[in-house]
């Protein structure tokens, strides 16, 4: 028992440092024009995600929204700046951080449903 908080932490710093890998991997192949339309609330990209890791995300699931909750927007957006420095414009416009905050938003909700 005395180990249990030792491991949940552990397990929400892997938790997290897969969660910026994961973003940084999203973020590597993205053309210009998507990002535009992700942007533009055209596209969403919490639902691909939350599909391709369902088992995780039930089986993981407050270590999940506790690393959603606790991840800051500003960390989300430096690793896509210096994932792609070449999209930076985009990434400083407003609507970045305000569609990144709606992502988070959703997928809380969605895992807080699963």
């Known amino acids: 028992m005395a180990t249990e908080p030792t ?9 997290k440092d897969s969660f910026r890998q994961q973003i940084a ?5 993205l053309a210009r024009s998507y990002v535009e339309k992700w942007m ?23 270590v999940v929204l506790q690393t959603l909750r606790s ?3 500003d960390d989300m957006l430096t690793i896509c700046r ?3 420095p070449d999209l930076a ?3 400083s416009k407003p609507a ?11 997928a809380i909700e969605a895992v807080e449903a699963a």
Do not use: F, G, M
């Not at 491991?7 to 938790?15: S, V, Y």
């Open 7 to 15: 491991e949940r932490a552990l397990l929400l710093e892997l938790a």
């Open 25 to 29: 991997k999203r973020v590597r192949p």
């Open 40 to 62: 533009a609330c055209e596209l969403w990209l919490y639902t691909s995600v939350i599909q391709r890791h369902s088992n995780e995300l039930h089986s993981y699931k407050s």
């Open 71 to 73: 991840t800051s927007l």
């Open 82 to 84: 210096t994932t792609r």
């Open 89 to 91: 414009d985009l990434w």
């Open 96 to 106: 970045a951080r305000a569609k990144l905050q709606k992502e988070i938003e959703k």
